[in-house]
């Protein structure tokens, strides 16, 4: 295997940016292969049936072009579709779900976690079992915020609307007393100010993207699949529709010059 190959990572759109983002940040050496299915977006409100046909549709784009690893850098595809593609697909595998499960089961100190996310990842209660599977101790609250992926993708991260949704979502949340939030869908860490505003300092707010560059970091480590040190990579970026706002949702999260190039292409799938 040529350890310079690239990084697949795929989400329902732009939301997996923000891990794309963090794995350029923690892993400067590797190139990423990004996939955001914008034609099909959102995956929140979809069947488990539905997320695992397109994820599988996607991995197979992924591994056409010759990715080492996979990273499912979508929440709601990573509790749906995980297990599928680790059995299926012929290289790594990793999810969101399992890193910022992990890190909430660590930083919580009363045992008392919310976890907020699209209504599939609430409803398929991934993130409790696998932080009672740490710590079977620990009370687990869900909460959708379905309003919130539209409000980040207008552009309203700090907007007085984006602040009184997040009053009304997280009230329950803190009602039952939770010291530690986890941010569980890939838009939520750019309504990061906001929430963390609303939870108040007393409140952890855990970010998976952040989790997961740093578990893919130890995964190409003990698996000696690291690419070369002091290269120049060259993302590469797809989308299943919609590539003029995807770039311009892309430059204003990415630092700039990683997405100024002619890098995306519409690829979509029959
Ligand atoms: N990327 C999705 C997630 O993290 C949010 C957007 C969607 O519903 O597809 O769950």
């Known amino acids: 295997m040529n350890s310079n190959l690239p990084i697949g990572v795929f989400d329902s759109g732009v939301g997996g940016l923000t891990v794309a983002k963090e794995i350029m940040s923690q ?3 590797e190139t990423i292969c990004y996939f955001g299915d914008t034609a099909r977006v959102p995956y929140g ?7 695992i046909k397109y994820s599988r549709q996607i991995a197979s784009f992924l591994l056409d072009q010759k990715v080492k690893a996979i990273v499912i850098a979508c929440n709601t595809a990573s509790a749906f579709a995980l297990e599928t593609l680790q059995r299926e697909v012929s290289v790594p595998v990793i999810g969101v779900v399992k890193p910022g499960a992990r890190s909430a089961a660590e930083v919580s100190k009363n045992g008392r976690i919310g976890v907020i996310g699209t ?7 991934l993130y409790g079992t696998y932080i009672r599977e740490l710590r079977p101790e620990v009370q687990v609250f869900g909460q959708a915020c379905p309003l919130f992926v539209p409000l980040a993708e207008e552009g309203l991260c700090n907007d007085e609307v984006t602040m009184l949704m997040a009053r009304r979502y997280l009230a329950p949340l803190l009602e039952q007393g939770v010291d530690t939030i986890v941010l569980g869908c890939t838009h939520y860490p750019l309504l990061r100010g906001v929430v963390g505003h609303v939870a108040g300092p007393n409140v952890t707010l855990v ?11 130890e995964l ?3 698996r000696g699949m690291c690419a070369e040190s002091g290269r120049t990579p060259e993302h590469r970026f797809y989308v299943s529709d919609g590539a003029e706002q995807f770039r311009a949702f892309a430059n204003s999260i990415l630092p700039c010059e990683m997405i100024e190039t002619d890098a995306v292409t519409v690829k979509v799938f029959a």
């Open 27 to 29: 892993l400067p050496d």
């Open 45 to 51: 409100n979809k069947s488990q049936e539905t997320v």
């Open 119 to 125: 209504e599939g990842t609430v409803r398929s209660g």
């Open 207 to 217: 970010n998976p993207a952040f989790e997961t560059a740093k578990d893919l970091k």
């Open 220 to 222: 190409l480590t003990s």
